[in-house]
């Protein structure tokens, strides 16, 4: 049975669950980090309910550093960061609690290339990152293991909903990101509009393709045609 090897960052339950339903003929090996050790539990639940799907559960978070991080956590888990919420932009577009800051914990951090060399993982198929804003130091701290991976799904702010403490800046938004993937070899294949909030969207989806795998084995099909 042929792999397919996923990299979860932030635990995404309902994406996971409906990549191994729709997979059921490839053998699907998952990394995933989650400093949350309740989703981590819940994670281990779902993971039961599927034969092909073998999950490595990783109780801390990636970012571009090997150091201990603060994690703030707020009033919903799906909006607890590393960064702390910017509650003047939040206000911008939500009149809720979500991103009120209730706590922090601190966290041990490791970045992609100490994942990819402890691991001894050579390529990663499908890369999903659902962070809050830390996203882009993510894919910085891959250096240049991010060339393994093939296919980066990753989701992003048009506002700065976050603000990193540790270097005084605010988090970078979705141009940033793109702008680097492209530097990275990667080409934007789809852009989904994802939370809209009283008719305000404030952040999207999207996918990106590694060009040099994505255009290789386009280039060998051809040749061998």
């Not at 339903?21 to 400093?35: A, H, L, Q, T, V």
């Not at 309740?38 to 639940?45: P, T």
């Not at 799906?78 to 979500?98: A, G, H, M, P």
């Not at 130091?137 to 702010?157: P, V, W, Y």
């Amino acid at each position: 049975m042929q792999k397919i090897k996923i990299l979860d960052v932030g635990c995404d339950r309902t994406l996971i669950n409906r990549i191994a339903k729709k997979n059921k003929n490839y053998n699907i090996e998952c990394f995933m980090f989650e400093p949350d050790k309740s989703n981590i539990n819940q994670m281990k639940l779902d993971s039961e309910t599927h034969d092909n799907f073998n999950i490595n559960l990783n109780n801390y978070c990636l970012s571009k550093y090997n150091k201990i991080l603060k994690f703030y956590k707020n009033y919903s888990s799906t909006t607890s960061s590393i960064y702390k919420s910017d509650i003047n932009e939040v206000k911008l577009v939500r009149d809720d609690k979500f991103f009120d800051f209730i706590s922090f914990s601190k966290i041990k951090s490791k970045n992609l290339k100490y994942f990819f060399t402890k691991n001894k993982v050579n390529k990663i198929d499908f890369m999903s990152l659902y962070t809050q804003g830390s996203e882009l130091d993510i894919l910085k701290g891959a250096q240049n293991q991010i060339k393994n991976i093939s296919i980066i799904r990753c989701h992003a702010f048009w506002i700065h909903l976050y603000k990193n403490n540790t270097e005084k800046v605010k988090t970078p938004l979705i141009g940033d990101v793109i702008s680097y993937l492209n530097k990275c070899g990667f080409k934007l294949f789809h852009l989904n509009p994802n939370n809209t909030f009283v008719d305000k969207q404030y952040n999207s989806e999207m996918y990106f393709i590694n060009k040099r795998l994505f255009y290789f084995s386009k280039k060998n099909k051809k040749n061998k045609d």
